[in-house]
């Protein structure tokens, strides 16, 4: 039977790199959590041990979030409390854990988010673009001509944007960039963030990619974009560009709410109407 006081779920955020950066607050509630979720318990243990803790321990996969979810607010209704890990960074953010999020919510559970480290906001600080507002567009697609539709999408908005890239892929993506929105283009790459190798690199898009074409790319890398040199605008954008974004969008694979992000971002839509088009977008695909 569930206790009368159901636990609770804490979010918390964990280094990106230097484990200094974890905050008392988080060591505290990863001390006395009943539970902790992770993607990879591997990673998570490491961290655990290196904080002198044993505490259970349960994976928790995006392929298998929506079937694992109910078990762990079971655990949470019967008054344990769980805390929700990213390998890196802050949980949800390119990483599972909204449906259990979402749920826990619908359930009646408190969701307590326990803030740190973020390599989104660590790159906007540094890469001397204004943070007022930004969209954060997650992992670009894996295949080129996807990727070229992708910064297609990202090509006149008004605010930074910040996405990740894997090191395998970097080279191959800046050079989709240059193609598409042109190699002067102003771009920060920062790479392993926090860690003793940290390295910001800024300039136009075209002399990162060659520079990255002439090294062996390494870590962790988080690019911010620069704002179209020519903002949107409060006029409404002209109807045959914006299907085209739309479609663009909707090709590339992203999330509906994250592509509605982007779209008001580029076209000055509201947020409301961006995400109506792009459900109405994927319901016809």
Request: glycine fraction near 6%; hydrophobic fraction near 45%.
């Amino acid at each position: 039977m569930p206790s009368a006081q159901p636990g609770i779920l804490y979010v918390v955020a964990t280094p990106i790199g230097n484990l200094a950066d974890l905050s008392q607050r988080a060591c505290d509630t990863l001390a006395q959590c009943d539970l902790v979720v992770s993607e990879d318990t591997r990673h998570t243990r490491r961290l655990l041990s290196h904080l002198g803790l044993d505490r259970p321990l349960h994976s928790y996969h995006k392929h298998s979030e929506r079937e694992k979810a109910a078990g762990i607010v079971d655990r949470l209704l019967e008054g344990k409390s769980v805390a929700l890990v990213s390998d890196a960074g802050v949980p949800v953010v390119s990483d599972p854990g909204a449906h259990l999020v979402a749920l826990a919510a619908e359930r009646g559970i408190r969701v307590v988010p326990i803030p740190g480290p973020s390599a989104v906001l660590s790159a906007l600080a540094v890469s001397g673009f204004s943070g007022d507002s930004f969209v954060f567009a997650g992992y670009p697609p894996r295949k080129s001509n996807e990727r070229r539709r992708f910064y297609e999408t990202l090509a006149a908005a008004a605010a930074p944007t910040v996405l990740f890239e894997a090191p395998h892929r970097i080279r191959e993506s800046l050079h989709d960039a240059a193609a598409v929105l042109g190699e002067d283009r102003p771009i920060v790459v920062a790479r392993e963030l926090t860690k003793l190798y940290e390295e910001v690199l800024r300039g136009p898009v075209g002399e990162l990619c060659r520079h990255f074409s002439a090294t062996e790319p390494l870590g962790e890398f988080t690019i911010v974009l620069s704002p179209a040199e020519t903002p949107a605008t409060a006029d409404a954008p002209a109807a045959g560009d914006l299907d085209r974004a739309v479609e663009l969008l909707a090709a590339s694979g992203l999330r509906t709410r994250q592509a509605a992000e982007i779209l008001a971002a580029a076209t000055g839509l509201p947020r409301n109407e961006a995400y109506d088009r792009m459900l109405r977008a994927a319901a016809d695909r």
